[in-house]
């Protein structure tokens, strides 16, 4: 089992930055750890992920040259880092978990956090 929780979240203006945390306990060591954000009205969409085991970082093309992932073994955490944000990034941000499936997918994951918001304003 594994549980997530998210935070980091806030209200911040175009152009600025934050950093979001996912902390994990339970067995991901040998997996993945993505992040996915849900705009009201939208489908929930892959923003970026990492492989805890290999460092293999993967993103989704509007974040690439924004946005950063890393992970911290010892804290068991995993953080996202957004620069230059949007308006087009509000979203509900959710970190996951999963093992076996593909990392850009939402059915490559087995386990979610509840979420933290990120509104940006113009």
């Known amino acids: 089992q594994v549980h997530l929780v998210e935070s980091g979240g806030g209200l911040v203006q175009a152009g600025d930055s934050l950093r979001l945390s996912c902390a994990a306990s339970?067995?991901?060591?040998?997996?993945?750890v993505g992040w996915f954000r849900q705009a009201p009205g939208k489908e929930r969409e892959f923003v970026a992920a990492i492989s805890w085991s290999t460092d293999i970082e993967y993103f989704a093309d509007s974040v690439k040259a924004r946005f950063t992932i890393s992970r911290d073994s010892a804290k068991n955490t995993v953080y996202l880092q957004m620069n230059n944000l949007a308006p087009e990034d509000t979203a509900v941000y959710y970190c996951a978990v999963g093992f076996l499936g593909t990392m850009g997918s939402r059915r490559g994951y087995d386990y979610w956090g509840q979420g933290t918001q990120v509104t940006v304003s113009s």
């Open positions: 339970g067995r991901t060591s040998s997996g993945y």
